[in-house]
DNA sequence: CAGGCACCTTGATTCAGGTCAAGCCGCGGC
DNA sequence: GCCGCGGCTTGACCTGAATCAAGGTGCCTG
């Protein structure tokens, strides 16, 4: 039976970023990868900390986030299993993580040494490749993300959101399961919890939702993107 | 005597994304280049256009930007002379610009086609590590955006974007020439035009700055910091 | 020189969304 | 059972910034 490493090695080897190795390459890396477990709540690195790995969540939450001179918290994204992080600060000349994060709820995660992996970068352009076209759509997201909150209101930003989860192939009605604690899940959408929880009510009083606890079930999707305003 | 097309190509040269490049690689890439004009007003390429190029603007003002539904524009980015833009589109499988781009003064820019230019990446780590160095950059500028426009007021992102005007070296006291009309500004400020002159009049009152025209003096830049609120 | 236009400013008004405060509910521990 | 606590909702209130509407001011053109 295998063990947990040699389980969350097998998910690494698949993952995108890992994907294009060759044997020889892949197995001169395994030595610079680390299992670590962390609990909820526990700072796993800090704005500004000196960056020398980089992640993939095995298990739990992350979320990376930042926090204003006033102590207000915004959640710039929630990571889940089998998603990396931090990966695109390896290329700054002295790297430095550029958010905090911390554990939502406990977990698994393998740190790669950036080092070791940048070497690898550099004999082989399709992994180059797939870390750009991995960049450039998070760097697209952010633009949208932008957009969303400089040119759209809080209900927009909530109904995109929950239009978002719901699966690419659902036609007609749809059931989702909020993925977190509505707290968290306001935070990144850059509102208090007190909107959040207003504008989902007026969602259910206009019928284009029903909720009941962390399962919404949506009616109509066609009719709750016309809802978008 | 140089023409311009000469001159231009001396830039491009220089530029963070070609100077890696050996004599022969950039011998291969010059006939891919393109030089060309664009009037005041004049769209580039519009949202969700197929992406064979990308740009480096020699002369002129070119923004990009958004339109929200109910028409409101929010800026992402001001383009001026000597800066690459649309560079990273060229990672996405299907590319497309995620913006729309519009000429603000009258200019010149050279397009550089982009499967050119994927092909000498692929030769060369180099030149792999500065594209990407560069698209981490945009990545935390979006960061800081996004941190900006959701824990912090208009004033707040006024009074940095004059601190971010003033050159590195200064102290004491600056003065700074706004970069273009206080529309625009405002716009990638994500604010009106009536707002950041209502928080520059204030500033003002403060005795924070002096303003006459496009001319802002700053007598004391610890003081303006410290007024960042 | 008059008129028109682009850009900016100023004031009055409105409104989305944040803040503060109270109350509700489900849950685990004693 | 009762208590305390964390997470969510609800209501009252406040405020920052957008909107709407009127002027300035400088510049170009006929």
Redesign the interface.
Known sequence: MPTSRELTIQQLRQHDLFAALTESQWADIVPHTHLRAFAAGQRLFSHGDPAHEFFLLREGVVKLY???A?G?E?V?RLIRSGMTYAE??M???EPRY??HAEGVDAGVLVAIESAAYLGI???S?DV??C???R??????A??????A????NSRYRVVSYLLGLVPADAAGEARVTLPSRKALIAAQL?ATPETLSRILHALCDEGLIEIHDYEVRIPDLAALRRGL?
Chains 1, 2 share one sequence.
């Open positions: 930042r926090v204003s006033g207000q915004k710039m695109s600060v290329f700054m000349d550029p958010v970068l550099r004999e352009f180059c490749r870390v750009m076209a960049m450039t759509a998070r760097l697209h952010n633009w949208d993300e932008i957009e909150l400089t040119l759209q850059a305003r």
